[in-house]
Structure formats: C-alpha cells, structure tokens
C-alpha cells in the first residue's frame, strides 16, 4: 500500500499567516494527488484535485504543488474559515489511502 | 444539486450483519462511480470501497474484502454496503463519496472524491 505522511500532524497560526502543509508519498504518485479540508463535525470538501487543480468556488487563497513523491498545500493568507483539518490522498492505485491528516488551529 | 444520502447504520454485535444504502440524486446516476468511505470518531479518513459506474467492477480495501460487498440499483439511484461478520474495528461513520470524473471502471485514475454524504453511523459492540 502507498504511505501517505503528512506534516505537521497540527499547527497554530494566526488569520493572515502563510500556511503550508506537506504531503509525502512512500511512492511515486505522479500528480494523482487530492486534498480535502474537513471542518469540524462537517463531511470532508474537495480542495484541489491532481495536485494543483483548484476546485470551483475554492478560495484562491488556496493552491497545491508538487509531482511524484512531495506535495504540497499553500494557505497564502489563513482566514477564520480556514481552521480545519487538512487530508491529502492519493488516487494513484489502490488501495486509495489518505494521509493523517493536519490540524490548523488558532494561535 | 448533488446530494448524497446514507441510511442503514446501527448498533450490532460482532458477527452480526448491516447493509448500507446510498441514495443519490442531482447528477446522472450511471455515469459515475461511487466510493464507500468511513471515519472513526477522531480519526482519519479510511477507503472501503468503490463501485464502478456501470456496477460491473468492485474494489475493496484488504481490511474488509471477503467481507464487505458493493452493489448499486440503477432503478432507484442507491448504492448499497453489505457488511458482514462486523468487526469492532468496523465501528465508524460511512459516508458515500462520488468519483469526480464519470464512466470510471478502474479504482485508480485521475478523479478525486467531489461530493460527499454526511454519513450514517455503524457501531460494532458487544
């Protein structure tokens, strides 16, 4: 099965902050990478697909990076709606597995 | 608009036996695949499993294969989840989760998961 890591597992940053978080695949995945954003008590909502496709009405605070092993999702300035948790997942064989998922918290 | 809508979920011993629905409505049914998907109360996110557009391919993940089937009604636009000789490791929300890109057959491809249910609870508990 392809390993997905996430890092941070959690961080705290403050509205208009820069956030990254990465994404690492124990394999080449190409581009064949998603990320979600679930709020609290909310069913998970696609980011952005294929690595860096921005879905519909997704602010374009928002982008991702990346090809073959190392990812990555850009917040380039945090709002209030942004605070979340963070999922990437691969979509490159199966089984389909996600990452661990990051915590965005409020400093 | 799209909606996805699970049912079925419950309370069962270990052993026992649920079966999921899907209900789904907004979109062309039969173009796309659909995904089970489930995640534990504070944990991550777990594929289960997907089942293609025309119900004529399944994929299942290692933990429920053998155990677990997908099959879907075109006549009344429902997925379903067979779930048999539950485990407690079993216990989670389910939720159903359509493929971005239609006619898909493999479970690998270029598509991400664009709609989503909000889920139905499944407890394993003795």
Redesign the interface.
Known sequence: ?IQMIQSPSSLSASVGDRVTITCRASQSIT??L?W?QQRAGR????LI??ASTL?SGVPSTFSGSGSGTDFTLTISSLQPEDFATY?C?Q???????????TKVEIK | QVQLVESGGGVVQPGRSLRLSCAASGFTFSDYAL?WVRQAQGE????VA?ISYDGNYE?Y??PVKGRFTASRDSSKNTVYLQMNNLRTEDTAVY?CARA?SPFGTA????????F????TVVTVSS
């Open positions: 099965d581009g064949y998603n979600y069913v998970p909502k696609l697909s294929a879905q999922y997942q979509s490159y064989t199966t089984p389909l597995t996600f990452g661990g998922g | 995904h991550g996110l777990q594929w997907c994929y993940a290692d939720h971005s479970v690998a491809g270029i598509y991400a998961f664009d989503w249910g909000r889920g």
